[in-house]
C-alpha cells in the first residue's frame, strides 16, 4: 500500500491550498485516515482525522479554518486548508488505516509528506 501526497506548497498569509492523498495496492478497506504536521524542530501533531463514516476531528489550532473530507470510491483523503498562518508551515503527512484483505488486522500506512510554506 502507498500514500501519495500532493498540493502543497508556498502561500501567503491568508491564502487556501488543498491537499491531497491518494492510497494505492492491496486495499480492501480503509477505516480512519487523517492528516498530521512536523514544522522543524517540533514534535508531529494531529492536524485532522476522518472516519469511513465522515466522523472528523481537528485540532484547536485549526478549527474553523481547516476541513479534511475523504472520497472512499477514490480511496482519497483531503485537507482544505484556508486562512493559513505563518504557524502552519510545517511538512504535512497523511496516514490510512488499512485493512488488505478480510479478516486482516488493520495497518496504519504513511505518506511521505508535502511541504507547506506559508510565508510573505
Known amino acids: 500500500v502507498q500514500l501519495v501526497e500532493s498540493g502543497g506548497g508556498l502561500v501567503q498569509p491568508g491564502g487556501s491550498l488543498r491537499l491531497s492523498c491518494a492510497a494505492s495496492g492491496t486495499i480492501f478497506s480503509i477505516y480512519a485516515m487523517g492528516w498530521y504536521r512536523q514544522a522543524p524542530g517540533k514534535q508531529r501533531e494531529l492536524v485532522a482525522t476522518?472516519?469511513?463514516?465522515?466522523?472528523?476531528n481537528y485540532a484547536d489550532s485549526v478549527k474553523g479554518r481547516f476541513t479534511i473530507s475523504r472520497d472512499n470510491a477514490k480511496n482519497t483523503v483531503y485537507l482544505q486548508m484556508n486562512s493559513l498562518k505563518p504557524d502552519d508551515t510545517a511538512v504535512y503527512s497523511c496516514s490510512a488505516d488499512v485493512q488488505s484483505a478480510r479478516g486482516t488486522i488493520p495497518y496504519d500506512y504513511w505518506g511521505q509528506g508535502t511541504q507547506v510554506t506559508v510565508s510573505t
Open positions: 476522518i472516519t469511513s463514516a465522515g466522523t472528523t
